[in-house]
């Protein structure tokens, strides 16, 4: 199983962008897929969850600009992220809790990180 994120940039102040990530591999489903970030010199913090169902959840410091979404047909998960500002600037990181279809068991499994600046 591999979780590949996509969708990094630059873009300035106010403007938008959508990342995604893919599930790949021997995936049955995914319940649950959140999206993190880390800033330089901080800590890696939550961003959004949303489950299998569609439900999302989003840090206070998101909300209202940013939306998550996911197909669960083509195992994706995508945060579409409006009105960014500087403060937004992080690497981002989609995390999913993975059901294997092979043993049907749940892993934990990161993606890679996508570099999102925002410039003033």
Known sequence: VQLQAS??????????????????????????MSWYRQAPAK????????????????????????TISRDNAKNTGSPQMNSLEPEDTAVYYCNADVISLLTLRVQ????QGTLVTVSS
């Open 7 to 32: 969708g990094g940039g630059l873009v300035q102040a106010g403007g938008s962008l959508r990342l995604s990530c893919t599930v790949s591999g021997a995936v049955f489903r995914f319940p649950t």
């Open 43 to 66: 800590q890696r913090e939550l961003v959004a969850t949303i489950t299998h169902e569609g439900t999302p959840n989003y840090a206070d410091s998101v909300k209202g600009r940013f």
């Open 108 to 111: 934990n499994y990161w993606g």
